[in-house]
Structures are given as structure tokens and as C-alpha cells.
């Protein structure tokens, strides 16, 4: 049943980055009929950013208050509400591309729980030793979503125009939410289709001792804020996340258009070579889900969950600076999809760690280290282009390496055997 569970997971995070990867596929049509350029365009891709990080907190405590189950519909509700009123913002009006940010923090703010609430979900219904191969198939969600948006939304653009690829987003999201919704439940002591086998396990695995805890709709214990925010594991896997944010936001908002602009693509050749990126996260994420688990099990939890998101960043690193400097552009999307799929080898070890940290706190510390990510992200938005009109498109993607080689060293400080409590 867990797996089950976990693969709608996939599914609402396929969606979610299907949601918030659409408007750079759009990026190029929004700013013809807004009539923006690149660098207030970088303006829009980072207010939803903003939106999603400022959010993070906020989202937490409500995940503790109320649970994954009905936080997660509701927002997922509602980011298509945002999703909608993005497409319906008139170009025409005065004030309009401020508009169009406002949405866009909005949506932001509605998406920001996603992850959290899959963390918290999974720190509930899976083993300690499961949790990297949970979280690595939540994540495959992250380039599977943008790896579908680009032939799907270019599709749907070329078809029926921008506006409509953003009806389909909103449409696809409620959907998957009343699924959600009728299907999951916070914790598999509530579920009516669990087996006692699969519950034992789970139990029994779990690392909690079989202690009884407070679920959404109870009095949960209060947040030990101090504790967190003091945790060096906490500040070091925000260093480093906010690192893997700024690098991953660089294909998330920027690939697409650089491959139009840059290497002198058309729409229909950005729109596949583009996917590359994102297929190579798939493969990543599931992979290092997986090897995270395996080598925790079989050398220890150090190199399991530490050494290996460490070499993953540093690999990366060099990945970045060869390929931004490849003459065609078939040589550098390839160089530069294999840094993203080897940055995305990093991404489960975050939320493991995290929850084997933070317990039943799980959402709460999850959501703080997932806020350092978003704010990397919202920086590589805006200041991408600026690096790319000053110094050219080899130093963005420098920049982008000096922060993998930071966001590597950073992970030599984390314990994995830490606990908040």
C-alpha cells in the first residue's frame, strides 16, 4: 500500500513541476505579448520562488497542525486557481506585468507545501531504510514533470496558444488532488486497506519506537524552533540545498530559453533538446534513491547519505564547466543534462536526512531546509540573465559551479546519526 501511496506522490509532483515549469516553456510567447525582456521576464520566474520559499514555514506548521492528506488538497486546489489566473492576467492593463508577479508569488505560496507533505508522509509510512528510494521516487517527479512540459506544453502552445497549456495544468492538478484525497491517509495506522503484515513492517521500522504520535487533527507538541534553527545538520543541508536550488533553477527557468537564444535553436528543436536535462533528473533521483539506501545498508549511513550527495555536487561542478564551454549545442546539452542528472543523485539524501533528523517534527525541518532551496532558486532566476547580458553565458554557469563545490563541502558536516530530540 505504501508504494501505491507514494507512486500518486509522483504523480502530484510530475504535476507540480509540470505547473511550475509551464511559464518558461510560455516564457518566450509572455514576453512578446507583455512586451518584457529577459531581465523582467527573470522578475516573473522569481516571484513565484519568492512566494514558495517565504511560504515554507507557514506550510509546515500547518502540515503538523492538519496532515499531508488535506493540506495537500487543499493546495493543490488552489495552485490551479493560481495556475488559471495566470493565463487571464490582460497584457493590456496598466500594471500588468506587476500583476502577473503577484499571481505568480501567489502560486508560489500554494506550492510550496508539495514536498514537505511528502516528506511528512513518508517519514510516517516507511522504514528508515526505505526512505531514500521513497524520496527518489517522489523526486523522479521533479524532471519527469519538466521533461514532459517541454513537448507537452510546446504542443498545446502551438496548437491552441499559451494560455490554454495553463488551463490544461490546472485541470490535470484537481484531478489528481480528489485522488489524493480519497486514497491517502496521514499515517497507515488510519488506512483501511492496509495489511497487518505491511503495518507491522512499517512499525516496526520506523525508528520511533513504536511511539504513539499526534497526526493531523490533533494537538500536536510544540515546535522546538531553537533546537532547529541551532542544529548544525539543519544550517549545513541549508547551505548546501540552497546551492542545489540556485544550480537546478538554472534548467528550470533558463535551459529552454538559453537553447532558443543562446544556441540559436528553433521552438520545436529547444522543446526536445530540452527535455534531456530533465529525463537525466528522472534516472538521477530514482538512482540515487536507491544507492542511498544500498550504501547506507551496506557500508554505513555516512556514506550512504552524506558521501555520496557530496561527490554527486562535486560532479556536477565539472560537469557545469565543461559543458558550458562545448562549441555545438548537442555536445553541451548532453555535458549539461548529465550535471543535472548527477545533481539530481544528490536530491533524496536531503529529504532522508532530514526526516531521520526531525521525526515527527519531519515537516516542519524539511520545510525550513526546503526554504534555503527555493531562495537559491528565486536568486538563479533573476540573477542568470544579469550574469549571462554582463559576462556572457560561460559565467553564469561558473557561478552556478562555484556553488556546487560549495554545496558539496557542506555535506562533510552532517551527521546522519544526528536526531533533533
Known sequence: MRYLLVL????????????????????????????????????????????????????????????????????????????ILT????????????????????????????????????????PTHERGKANGIVFAGV?????????????????????????FCA??????????????????????????????????GRGDGGRKRSVGGT???SVPWMRIFASKEVLALMTSYFTFGYIGWIFFSWFYIYLAQVRGLSLKTSAVYSVFPFVAMTVGSLAGGVASDWLARAWSARVGRCYLPAFALLMTAILLLVGSRAQSAVSATAVLACGAGSLYLSQSCFWSVTADFAG?????????????????AAVTASLTPLLAAWFG???SFLAATLLALLGATAWMVVNPRARLG
Open 8 to 83: 500518486w506522490l509522483l504523480v502530484l509532483s510530475t504535476i507540480a513541476f509540470l505547473d511550475r515549469t509551464n511559464i518558461s516553456i510560455a516564457g518566450v510567447e509572455i514576453g512578446k505579448e507583455f512586451g518584457v525582456d529577459n531581465t523582467h521576464l527573470g522578475w516573473v520566474f522569481s516571484a513565484f520562488l519568492v512566494g514558495y520559499a517565504s511560504f515554507q514555514l507557514p506550510g509546515g506548521v500547518l502540515l503538523r497542525r492538519f496532515g499531508p492528506r488535506r493540506v495537500l488538497t487543499f493546495f493543490v486546489l488552489l495552485w490551479g486557481v493560481f495556475t
Open 219 to 221: 494537538t500536536p507538541a
Open 143 to 167: 524532471g519527469l514533470g519538466s521533461a514532459l512540459a517541454g513537448p507537452l506544453i510546446t504542443a498545446i502552445i502551438l496548437l491552441y496558444g499559451w494560455h490554454d497549456a495553463f488551463w
Open 87 to 126: 493565463a487571464l492576467v490582460p497584457p493590456g492593463m496598466r500594471g500588468s506585468l506587476w500583476m502577473l508577479i503577484l499571481v505568480r508569488i501567489a502560486l508560489g505560496a500554494s506550492s510550496s507545501v508539495m514536498y514537505p507533505s511528502a516528506n511528512q508522509f513518508i517519514e510516517r509510512w516507511f
Open 360 to 376: 515527527e517534527f519531519s515537516g516542519v525541518v524539511s520545510s525550513t531546509v526546503n526554504m534555503s532551496c527555493q531562495v537559491g
Open 393 to 395: 553565458w560561460e559565467a
Open 171 to 204: 485541470a490535470a492538478g484537481t484531478l489528481a488532488a480528489a485522488v489524493w484525497f480519497v486514497v491517502a491517509r496521514d499515517a497507515p495506522e488510519q488506512h483501511p486497506w492496509i495489511s497487518n503484515e505491511e503495518l507491522a513492517t512499517i512499525a516496526s
